[in-house]
């Protein structure tokens, strides 16, 4: 039960903590560029998990 309840208190923190600091980064930097960035990054993480699953 106390594992369950640290786990879910948390998420909760995490997903504060990231709808502020996404806040905050979106006054500062246009929309636009962080899809950029971000489009960038997952399509690094797609090919770094391509090249790990064809090497076993």
Known sequence: MATG??????????AVL????GRSLV???PLHLIHGVAG????VFAV???VSAARG
């Open 5 to 14: 309840l640290g786990a879910f208190v948390a998420l909760v923190a995490v």
């Open 18 to 21: 990231a709808a502020s600091l």
């Open 27 to 29: 006054k500062r930097i």
């Open 40 to 43: 960038v990054l997952f399509a």
């Open 48 to 50: 770094i998990a391509a």
